[in-house]
């Protein structure tokens, strides 16, 4: 297990070196500098000058990068060039809120989506597996911006239930978190309900109903455990699309998180953060789908790792 | 007992009165600053917060004024080449520390040092020569020529006087920790949620009325606005044209519109066909109509030009609109070759997003010229690339017709001019993106800079705005309104025309003055 882990680590690294490279490249390849655009339409030759100098944006393409992955190396991920404050300091300002967001996201999903797949599951064909599914279709369906706003509209707004924007206590975190779980919800109802329709079809459920197993133990420690195996897997990658498609969810209730901050760079060509954004996603990425591939051991003791 | 019951339920009455008084003023920006320390404060949002916490040694005051703030009184050598500043005493930055020359001075070189590299280093940046400390709060400034514009350069945000013992301790630090001498001081920042300041209680002039001030960054529009009718913000920039009306129909909001001193045009690119033809320029001024543009695209909050800078800027005079003629178009294309056999066409670009309504502007000028046989296609870029193709140089410049804005935030014409106009500022060397040329402006334009008498300079900016009304290097289009959303329980909050929100004279009405 131990060396499993280890291994899998090890593998990180090309992978976070593919990522580098190509995050470095696509950056430099979009048109428009930094300089340019920190100037503004004030720039004269002089100041941009003076900023690519600054930030050693005179130096060629190659020169950058080989700096760039040393440094990175060393844990310096290089100095942003808007606010000029070191991009680790940046994003250890805004990635705390995007993970706080990302969890209560992951929360309403598994606390909706996981049960409504199960009561559409056992009573397949009736009025609660169509109300469930209906209601799982229009949650895939609906744009996260709309869905935002609209929220706010009636829940802030008309009825002040919440504040509108910002962090700070669990009231602040309730309509971002359903905004942005209702997506995840509706995908994870849809397959609790097929892995579960298909695992109630097996013999050994027919066996532990013959042999009088109460209802409920059947469905949970019987048919549910097993039909998890599909739907950690796809809550884990929906976890990581969380953590990047946290980007309208954070634009919309003013979420100081690390999508806005990654949009607000790209849009100012800051190289550094934008570089050092994507990296952290990716770092966050890798370990997510690490946890998941332990977390089948968990569920399913067949499953052993050497 | 009997005393002690109503003593204390008085003081509870009291004290909950306190309590319902609001001591913090919410302000609703549509982004988090970027950078406190002054030179680097670019953006609205950031020059917005340093407004309140520095101060600059001349003001540019809402209503078009460039009056002494920092400086007691100031006098010029005969030769116009020694400006020498007689700093106000007594004043204090928020670290204790003094206000002096040595301290301006610093700060001065500070912004125009390459190591910095500030934006703002050209307003001072060759201009002035030297800083001479004469006495502990008189300093001299020496400039190669003289140069009429320098007092208002010196009310430019970025030329504000900061602490020189709290930039050198706290180095990079500085930029989350400004320190001045501003009725504010500063707080505390939580990135990209707000930034707060609190009221200075040894400030120098006026003290604020309201103890607290914060600002909030909101990107969305619909959220802003939202906060501003809950109550939870009681300023929102930027209200978009369609929530107006909604919101003034809300007896707790008000609406304000304040001009600005962003100017929107189309560039002609002269140094190509068909702009290098006069009379094509012409033709496309008279068939676009500024006022229906202004009426139905921006739902009335802009103002139609009728000079290439706008009101409240010292230079100003409405020099005259060419007014909208399709016919007249018509002819003036005819004489330059183009008709229904062969019409004009040429690629018409705008930035989607970065100006007020900017592609549905673009989009209606495309409809008026349609209408005198103008084929124009638009294309637009995202606004980093657009900005860097058109600061091209000539040779590689594509662009041939394009909008751009420009902000005379220094409140004199030199700025709205000069940068734009004069033929040494061609791309990428200045402004002058569509590369106009005239050596009879050129020459006015630099007597302008260095004439003393305001009267004078008056003239010589009416005259050169004549000059380029006629040549019309531009396709004049109109100047922005800031619409901004107030709850009424405040007053004397002001909307500055160079897009910074001042909330030092603001207040809260009581209840009975609602």
Same mark, same amino acid.
């Given at each position: 297990m131990t060396t499993y882990i280890l291994r899998r680590l090890l593998t990180v690294i090309p992978t976070l070196l593919g990522v580098l490279l190509a995050v470095f490249l696509m950056v430099r390849l979009a048109p428009g500098d930094p300089a340019q655009l920190l100037a503004g339409e004030f720039a004269t030759p002089e100041t941009l000058a003076d900023i690519r100098q600054r930030f050693g944006l005179d130096q060629p393409w190659y020169t950058q990068l080989g700096l760039y992955t040393l440094n990175v190396f060393r844990g310096d991920l290089g100095e942003s060039v808007r606010t000029r404050k070191p991009v680790t300091y940046e994003l250890s300002q805004y990635f705390p809120n995007t993970l706080r967001l990302t969890l209560g996201a992951m929360l309403v999903a598994l606390l909706i989506g996981i049960p409504a797949g199960i009561i559409a599951a056992i009573r397949p064909g009736t009025i609660f597996d169509l109300l469930a599914m209906l209601g799982a279709l229009i949650g895939v369906s609906m744009p996260v911006f709309w869905f935002g706003l609209m929220a706010i509209l009636i829940f802030s707004v008309q009825l002040g239930w919440f504040p509108v924007a910002g962090t700070g206590t669990l009231r602040h975190l309730i309509l971002p978190a359903i905004t942005l779980g209702i997506g995840t919800a509706a995908i994870l109802a849809r397959m609790t309900r097929s892995a579960m329709l298909e695992v109630l079809s097996q013999d050994y459920i027919r066996t532990a109903r013959a042999k009088g197993v109460a209802g409920r133990v059947v469905i949970f420690k019987h048919a549910l455990r097993n039909a998890l195996i599909p739907v950690v897997t796809i809550a884990g990658l929906q976890f990581g699309g969380l953590l990047e498609g946290a980007v309208i969810t954070e634009t919309v209730f003013a979420w100081p998180g690390i999508g806005q901050l990654l949009v607000g760079s790209i849009l100012a060509r800051d190289y550094p953060v934008v570089q050092g954004a994507v990296l952290l996603i990716a770092v966050a990425f890798i370990l997510i789908n690490l946890i998941v591939d332990l977390l089948y051991g968990a569920i399913d003791p067949r499953i052993r790792y050497d | 007992m009997r005393i002690r019951f109503w003593l204390t339920l008085g003081l509870a009455l009291l004290l909950s009165w306190a309590l319902a008084q609001p001591r913090t003023l919410i302000i609703a920006q549509g982004t988090d600053p970027t950078s406190l320390d002054a030179p680097l404060a670019t953006d609205s949002p950031s020059g917005t917060v340093v407004s309140h916490v520095v101060e600059t040694l001349f003001e540019y005051t809402p209503d078009g004024k460039i009056v002494p703030l920092l400086v007691e009184r100031y006098s010029f050598s005969s030769d116009r080449k020694t400006l020498t500043l007689f700093l106000r005493k007594g004043i204090k930055f928020h670290d204790g520390t003094d206000f002096n020359a040595e301290a301006v001075k610093f700060n001065l070189e500070r912004l125009i040092s390459p190591e910095l590299a500030s934006s703002f280093a050209f307003l001072l940046r060759g201009r002035v020569s030297a800083f001479e400390?004469?006495?502990?709060h008189t300093l001299r400034l020496r400039m190669p020529e003289p140069f009429a514009p320098v007092l208002a350069h010196l009310s430019h945000g970025s030329t504000g006087i900061q602490s020189p013992a709290a930039i050198r301790r706290l180095g990079a630090g500085y930029r989350d920790n400004p320190v001045g001498t501003g009725p504010y001081k500063f707080d505390r920042w939580q990135k990209g949620q707000f930034v707060e300041l609190v009221r200075n @209680? @040894? #400030?120098?002039g006026k003290k604020p009325a309201i103890e607290r001030l914060r600002f909030l960054a909101v990107p969305e529009a619909t959220t802003r606005m939202a906060l501003v009718e809950t109550g939870q913000a009681h300023v929102a920039v930027r209200v978009p044209p369609q929530d107006v009306q909604r919101l003034s129909a809300r007896p707790e909001i008000e609406v304000v519109t304040t001009p600005s001193v962003r100017t929107i045009f189309f560039y002609f *690119?002269?140094?190509?066909?068909?702009?290098?033809?006069v009379r094509v320029r012409k033709a496309i001024n008279h068939a676009i109509n500024k006022e229906e543009i202004v009426k139905f695209v921006l739902g009335g909050f802009g103002r139609a030009s009728d000079a290439p800078i706008s009101p409240g800027i010292f230079g100003y005079t409405k020099i005259g609109s060419y007014e909208y003629n399709p016919n007249l178009a018509r002819q003036l294309l005819a004489q330059a070759g #183009? *008709?229904?056999? *062969?019409p004009l066409r040429f690629t018409l670009h705008s930035p989607n997003g970065r100006y007020l309504q900017d592609i549905r502007v673009a989009e209606a000028v495309q409809s008026q010229l349609r209408a005198v046989g103008v084929q124009a296609q638009i294309q637009t870029l995202e606004w980093g690339a657009y900005l860097a193709a058109s600061n091209q140089p000539r040779e590689r410049n594509e662009f041939q017709m394009a909008m751009l804005g420009w902000g005379t935030v220094t409140g004199d014409a030199d700025y709205g001019l000069f940068g734009l106009f004069h033929s040494s500022q061609h791309a990428p060397n200045g402004f002058n993106r569509g590369f106009y040329s005239n050596p009879r402006l050129d020459r006015i334009l630099e007597q302008a800079r260095v004439a003393t008498n305001p009267q004078a300079r008056q003239q010589l900016y009416r005259t050169a705005m004549q000059i380029i009304y006629n040549d019309a290097p531009w396709a004049f289009l109109h100047s922005e309104q800031q619409v901004t959303a107030i709850r009424r329980e405040v007053q004397g909050f002001i909307v500055h025309p160079i897009e910074r929100l001042i909330a030092t004279q603001a207040s809260f009405r009581t209840a009975s003055e609602r």
């Open positions: - | 400390v004469v006495d502990s @209680e @040894e #400030y120098w *690119n002269q140094a190509k066909k068909p702009f290098d033809d #183009y *008709n229904a056999q *062969n």
